[in-house]
Each structure stands twice: as C-alpha cells, then as structure tokens.
Nanobody
Framework: QVQLVESGGGLVQPGGSLRLSCAAS????????MGWYRQAPGKEREEVAI???????RYADSVKGRFTISRDNSKSTVYLQMNDLKPDDTAVYYC?????????????WGQGTQVTVSS
C-alpha cells in the first residue's frame, strides 16, 4: 500500500517557477517508480516525468529542458521543479507510484494539486 500527498501547487505568472513535492508513505519507496502526471480541463491525463529507483528519468517532450524530476529516498519524497512555466502547463498535477518488482502493475495516485499559469 502506498499513500501519496502532493503539495506546492498554486498560481504563477508565465515564465515563473514552482516546485511540487510528493511525500510517500510506504516502506517500499526504494523499489517504486515515481512519476508526475497532469490533466487539463477537457483533456486526458498525460505523463509529465518519471524517475526510477535508480534515478533514471524520462520527460514529456513538452517539458524537456524546463522541468526536472528528482527523488530523495531518505525522505520518501519526489519533486518536480518547474521553470519557465507556460499557460499550457495549467493543469491538476498528480503524483504516481508503482512497484517496479510487481508482476502486475498497480498504480497509486495522490489527490492532485492545481497549477495555474496566468498573468
């Protein structure tokens, strides 16, 4: 069982920065792939970035060079540093986790945090 709690969303002007945090309550954090997804109104949820237990990363093309995902295993926390934010980044951002060892993938989700980019 994995519980995820996001924080750090808010309202920011275009070109600004925000850092999202996701704290995981689990004893298996060291085996989890952690990710950030987002969902804008009227659109499907999309993957933004993921980080593996070994800290390999993957980014959506739309955020490459602007967003950075990282994890602190000692704090069971994953971060998403978002720079040069654009109005198209406006969405609810969700933290995701799954156990990389599992035969059948089971996804865990946070409650979401709103990010609004507007002048």
């Amino acid at each position: 069982q994995v519980q995820l709690v996001e924080s750090g969303g808010g309202l920011v002007q275009p070109g600004g920065s925000l850092r999202l945090s996701c704290a995981a309550s689990t004893s298996i954090f060291g085996f989890t792939v952690m990710g950030w997804y987002r969902q804008a109104p009227g659109k499907e949820r999309e993957e933004v970035a993921i980080v593996t237990p070994g800290s390999s990363t993957r980014y959506a093309d739309s955020v490459k060079g602007r967003f950075t995902i990282s994890r602190d295993n000692s704090k069971s926390t994953v971060y998403l540093q978002m720079n040069d934010l654009k109005p198209d980044d406006t969405a609810v951002y969700y933290c995701n986790a799954y156990d990389i060892r599992a035969t059948v993938r089971a996804d865990y989700w946070g409650q979401g945090t709103q990010v609004t980019v507007s002048s």
